[in-house]
């Protein structure tokens, strides 16, 4: 489960916050230029948890990444997931983190234009096309 600060709280968690937030959990957020393909990891060290995020990939691309292994971190000690379910379940999660579908379904309902949409929630274009099925299907049909 994702635990909150008392000074913070899902609703105010951004993508442009987000490395704030982890970092105020106590774990480090480090960049290193990493290979292609290979987005973040997790390690644990002296006791301290590290993130460390590819400094070559685009800044929306590197908010998912801490949030996605932010979420990692949080589900490690459900071993009852296996691996991959935790990793799409951290997928999820940390979609939802950075873009809650309460907000995405009133800003989805006012534009259809991708590139509005990732102006305005500061998410990957392939983040929006993931956050809602119906809209995927309408933006399809309007190309």
């Not at 994702?2 to 774990?27: A, L, P």
């Not at 309460?102 to 096309?129: G, I, N, Q, W």
Request: charged residues 20%.
């Amino acid at each position: 489960m994702i635990s909150y600060s008392s000074t913070e709280t899902s609703d105010n968690i951004t993508s442009e916050n987000i490395r704030q937030f982890v970092e105020s959990q106590g774990i480090v957020v480090l960049f290193q230029q990493l290979s292609p393909g290979i987005r973040g990891s997790t390690f644990k060290k002296k006791g301290i948890q590290y993130i460390i995020v590819n400094a070559n990939d685009p800044p929306e691309r590197q908010n998912f990444t801490i949030a996605h292994e932010y979420c990692e971190i949080q589900l490690e000690s459900n071993k009852d997931l296996s691996l991959d379910e935790r990793h799409q379940l951290a997928n999820t999660m940390a979609g939802e983190l950075l873009l809650p579908t309460a907000e995405f379904e009133p800003a989805a309902a006012l534009t259809s234009d991708l590139h509005t949409l990732k102006r305005c929630s500061r998410v990957s274009v392939m983040k929006l096309l993931r956050a809602d099925w119906f809209a995927v299907n309408r933006l399809w049909f309007q190309f």
